[in-house]
């Protein structure tokens, strides 16, 4: 199976930075696209920024710019590095993984826990 956890959620300034961290674990065959979601209450879970295990990457364009997104297959993580901040950048963030268990199964997505993102003054 496949564990996903997230780090480096927390309060920050507009105009300020934060970097999340994501690192998937466990006993899998590989994990293909990594990912970042986000979610407000009320609203539904919406894409951030993926990247697959060759590099290409599909970023939201509200986010275009500002975030940037990068991995490491040796170590099975993905970060986000989050820039100019705004208030409505504020959500919890998901990591998702998608992972092949055995080489004969499917790919299915894994979420960590999420992490809490406050843009704030």
């Known amino acids: 199976q496949v564990q996903v956890v997230e780090s480096g959620g927390g309060l920050v300034q507009p105009g300020g930075s934060l970097t999340l961290s994501c690192a998937a674990s466990?006993?899998?065959?590989?994990?293909?696209?990594m990912g970042w979601y986000r979610q407000v209450p009320g609203k539904e879970r919406e894409l951030v920024a993926t990247i697959t295990s060759h590099g290409a990457t599909n970023i939201t364009d509200s986010v275009k710019g500002r975030f940037t997104i990068s991995r490491d297959n040796a170590k099975n993580t993905v970060r986000l590095i989050m820039n100019s901040l705004k208030a409505e950048d504020t959500a919890v963030y998901y990591c998702k993984a998608e992972g092949q268990v055995r080489f004969w199964m499917g790919a299915r997505d894994y979420w960590g826990q999420g992490t809490q993102v406050t843009v704030s003054s």
């Open positions: 466990g006993s899998f065959f590989r994990i293909e696209t």
